[in-house]
């Protein structure tokens, strides 16, 4: 095999490449659970849109996979390198291009952190609604894996916000696709189809990307309930009020009680009612002026004791952002208490009643248990899966999956597939689309260098 860092050393530059020993592990894995990592071969830095077009065309001439790679925080192994595969870290790619006011859009390099761009536009009056719970991704991976987050019910998802790419396809060719306005009818949406597919169809160079104003008052609002169903059931009158909630979020009882004692929560819930509870929702309010929030909390308050809330609590600011944020840190407070999975399975969200009921019955008859919380206004529901033996795991998770397409929903709402969720999604998938995927990926990427074996499997281009 040819010394493939010292290939890509002549494109980018020494400093540009890690190879062999110099490679951190952390570049062989991501944040999903229970895989097995794979070191690169080698790591490289693009600096420019021509360095990834140069970098593809090595990778076709001497036959090595790419995987590319933004910060690492994905939950499905989709940044798992290929065996004999090279990373390309998008990290020094890192410049937001623009941000431009009068047409409510920011233009970034793949590179650029959540975080990052939400420090330049909070300047500006202006915000990027996508907050799926680690800020430090990259909006190259949110595109990729077109993250979602807490926000969606309010926003919609990344590719909602997608107004152009430009990428680099497996053939090496640059291409660009919409660009600073929101319609276009002008030929096949390549940027809705690079949206979501986990750079397997091309590596993202650049993103448009449409802003909105940011809202300056806002108020969490928290309301136990005395069952899980009765939670959930709540939620789509909640989403049909007109009072355009940020965020609907259910917790259920242990994942609460976590939470609660590892982030040292101030609730102020009296303990009759701590006692009674075993779910809670969470809603979150956003307005331009204090007054009509105030008006929508008591509309809100109202429709939840209505609809069997024990209680309803405006939280104080600082309650209510630690909480919010005690709620983005729940995968670690799951994978600190052992569970052996995650699920993201979503659903129509009035559907959620019956697929928990569902989830609960396949639980039991495989002696597993799971726990959860979810952003329940979309109907994506977050399963934490304790089950330690191999077998009766993948029998519950694939019974998840399959009761969670019969309900009408999909394999994963947010998270993406990778390579953790491949075999779940190939269970449930129909064939033919699978099919039409496979022809779809040769025409973007006719050798199968781009992140092959994520997703689904192209039998002559799979390398793991
Ligand atoms: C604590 C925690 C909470 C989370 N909460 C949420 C949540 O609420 N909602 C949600 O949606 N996700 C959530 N995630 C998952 C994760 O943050 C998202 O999937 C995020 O979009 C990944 O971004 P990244 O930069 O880390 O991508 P990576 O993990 O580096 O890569 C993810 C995928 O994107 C591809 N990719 C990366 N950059 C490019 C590029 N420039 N061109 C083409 N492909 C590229 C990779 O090959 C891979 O397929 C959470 C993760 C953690 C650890």
């Known amino acids: 095999m040819a010394d493939v860092a010292g290939l890509l050393a002549e494109i980018v530059g020494d400093s540009n ?15 999903a659970l229970g895989l097995t990592p794979v070191m690169p071969v080698a790591v490289v830095f693009p600096r420019s849109t021509a360095d990834v077009a140069r970098i593809v065309a090595a990778a076709n001439e001497h036959h090595f996979a790419l995987t590319a790679r933004g910060s690492g925080t994905g939950l499905s192994g989709a940044a798992i390198p290929a065996r004999d595969g090279v990373v390309v870290s998008f990290e020094r790619m ?67 916000q997608v107004l152009g790419l430009e990428a680099v396809l497996g053939t090496g060719e640059v291409i660009r696709s919409g660009g600073k306005f929101v319609k276009a009818t002008a030929g096949y949406d390549l940027t809705q189809i690079i949206t979501g597919s986990e ?29 899980l169903p009765e939670v959930t059931r709540a939620v789509p009158a909640i989403v049909a009020s007109g009072l355009s909630p940020l965020m ?16 040292n929560l101030e609730l102020a819930i009296p303990p009759t009612i701590k006692d009674t509870a075993q779910a809670y929702l969470v809603v979150v309010l956003e307005d331009r002026i204090d007054d009509r929030l105030e008006d929508d909390i008591v509309v ?34 799951a ?36 726990a959860g919380c979810g952003h329940a206004g979309d109907g994506n529901v ?6 330690a033996d191999p077998d009766k795991r993948s029998r519950l998770i694939h019974g998840i999956m399959a009761a969670g397409t019969r309900f009408g929903g ?51 281009t799979t390398r793991r």
């Open 335 to 370: 994978k600190s208490s052992g569970a052996e999975d995650i699920v993201d399975v979503v659903v129509p969200r009035a559907q959620i009643p019956a697929y928990l009921d569902e989830v609960s019955a396949l639980a039991a008859t495989t002696g597993s248990w799971v």
């Open 94 to 160: 890192n410049r937001i291009i623009e941000v431009d006011t009068a047409n409510h859009v920011a233009v970034v390099q793949p590179g650029v952190t959540l975080e990052e761009l939400d420090r330049a536009t909070e300047e500006h009056g202006l915000v990027y609604p996508v907050f799926p719970g680690e800020s430090s991704a990259s909006l190259g991976g949110n595109v990729a894996t077109n993250a979602g987050g807490m926000r969606a019910v309010k926003y919609g998802v990344t590719r909602h």
């Open 17 to 31: 490449v890690l190879g062999g020993a110099q490679i951190r592990e952390d570049f062989s894995h991501d944040e």
């Open 248 to 263: 609907v979020e259910y917790i259920d009882l242990m994942t609460m009680a976590s939470l609660i004692s590892v982030a």
């Open 199 to 227: 750079g397997t169809l091309a590596l993202v160079t650049e993103a448009t990307l449409k802003l909105h104003p940011r809202l300056p008052y806002a108020a969490t609002l928290l309301a136990p309930f005395a069952t």
């Open 300 to 333: 809100l308050a109202e429709m939840l004791t209505g609809r069997g809330a024990l209680d309803v609590f405006v939280l104080p600011d600082y309650a209510g952002s630690a909480l919010i944020e005690a709620r983005e840190q729940a995968f670690w407070i």
């Open 410 to 460: 999909a394999v994963s709402g947010e998270h993406g597939i990778g390579v953790s969720k491949k075999e779940y999604l190939a269970a449930v998938e129909d064939p033919a689309k699978i099919a039409l995927w496979r022809r779809i990926k040769v025409a973007f990427d006719p050798n199968g260098i781009l992140n092959p074996g994520t997703i689904f499997d192209l039998e002559e």
């Open 382 to 387: 977050h399963l934490s899966v304790f089950q």
